[in-house]
């Protein structure tokens, strides 16, 4: 009897190398599955599910971790505001993490005898997925057809040719990976120091003139309603963002990132909500939030984010943080306003019942109704006195000497 293998599988030259290899070569019985994150239509989805079939799988199953994607992770880099370098939501690293605990659910389920990934040798992936396999499914063989052998795209192309395969074997010019919080776009423009992807390399044309203004509603920090529409769920909040301000070409940088196995890397990405919903959720939290809550929101979020993109997403210490960021949005609620132009837009304000900006209080730079002048002369003398004390002794130090 076979034994099962679990195979991550997404459709693509490196998979498909993978079932051929892990079936006709290695005898085993390839259960394929594909975790998705929102990166695929149910038209794709479909054809791949065939394609796999075709190739000769035992099983294939399509997970929908659109919800668990967002509940789990998302919801936490919203709260955090996190974003890597200052510049990358995360977009492809937070969605790997999710695909390896569904690959590794469905290696319990089916009691798999092993686990294979299409990973190469040469960035973070390989690492996210054999760490959580390590951990969720201790003691079962991780198999990496394309790491191992070291494969070149035309060495999988001939193998998969020799076997009669029939697929579209022509390299597109851009490497693209889409889901829920943006799209990653791979070119020879990214392989060096200087040079940004044209036009074309785009998945989303820009298509919109003009400005268009727009409201965000959260509840304890997370996005409800846009515009007029409710949604049941953030992650359709997401998505429809999404189509609102993706046409203007908002969302669109390039990320100079640190590896996990030490070098650098460049790639391009398109995330016109999840840059939207950042800044719009910072800005309210600004008037909502106090100026502590802030700092410390702030560290916890920038440790949070870099062990999240190492893959140490079952690290418990990742459980402590979330639950500091979850107690932080108790009053994370309001409105917030954005306008929208052609590769940009701007948080213009914010409506909130929680604003710490209130007229009560005094108006910044004019007048203050919680405290008098005297007040402050008092408190700048306290506030000063560790350092008005330490210059009087460094003088009387220096004056004897």
């Not at 659910?105 to 997925?129: M, P």
């Not at 003139?209 to 992650?235: Q, Y």
């Not at 008098?372 to 004897?400: C, L, P, Y």
Request: with cysteine.
């Amino acid at each position: 009897m076979s034994k099962k293998i679990v195979l991550g599988f997404s459709g693509g030259l490196d998979t498909s190398y993978c079932v051929k290899y892990l079936r006709d070569d290695l005898g085993y019985e390839v259960h394929s599955i594909l975790v998705n994150t929102g990166g695929f239509s149910d038209e794709e989805l479909q054809q791949i599910e065939a394609h796999a079939h075709t190739l000769g799988v035992a099983s294939h199953k399509t997970l929908n971790a659109i919800r668990p994607y967002y509940d789990r992770i998302l919801r936490y880099l919203i709260y955090g505001n996190v974003l890597k370098n200052n510049t990358y939501p995360l977009s492809v690293s937070a969605e790997r993490l999710i695909q390896a605990l569904g690959i590794a659910d469905h290696v319990k389920e089916l009691n798999a005898d092993a686990v294979a990934h299409g990973s190469t040798g040469a960035g973070n992936d390989q690492v996210r997925f054999d760490m959580i396999f390590h951990i969720q499914i201790p003691g079962v063989p991780i198999l990496t057809p394309i790491r191992d052998q070291q494969l070149s795209r035309e060495a999988e192309i001939e193998y998969l040719k020799a076997k009669g395969v029939q697929m579209n074997f022509s390299k597109a010019a851009y490497s693209i990976n889409k889901g829920l919080w943006g799209t990653s776009v791979g070119g020879k423009e990214t392989l060096s120091s200087n040079g940004m992807l044209p036009e074309e390399a785009w998945p989303t044309p820009v298509s919109k003139t003009g400005t268009e203004a727009i409201r965000l509603d959260f509840e304890k920090g997370e996005l409800i309603a846009v515009n007029e529409n409710r949604f049941e769920h953030p992650s359709q909040a997401i998505q429809f963002l999404q189509t609102l301000a993706g046409p203007y070409g908002i969302g669109r940088d390039i990320h100079v990132g640190d590896t996990i196995i030490g070098i650098k890397g460049r790639v391009g990405f398109e995330a016109a909500a999840p840059m939207i919903i950042l800044k719009a959720h910072h800005a309210l939290e600004k008037h909502v939030l106090t100026k502590w809550q802030l700092q410390w929101k702030d560290q916890l979020a920038l440790f949070y984010g870099n062990w999240l993109h190492e893959g140490q997403i079952l690290d418990p210490v990742m459980r402590d943080i979330e639950a500091f960021l979850s107690h932080s949005q108790e009053q994370v609620s309001g409105s917030v306003f954005v306008q929208l132009n052609p590769y940009r837009f701007q948080v213009t304000g914010i409506e909130s019942l929680y604003d710490l900006m209130n007229s009560r209080f005094g108006k910044y730079g004019e007048m203050n109704a919680g405290f008098t002048g005297n007040d402050v002369r008092g408190f700048s003398r306290i506030a000063g006195q560790q350092t008005i004390i330490h210059e009087s002794v460094k003088r009387s130090v220096d004056e004897e000497n």
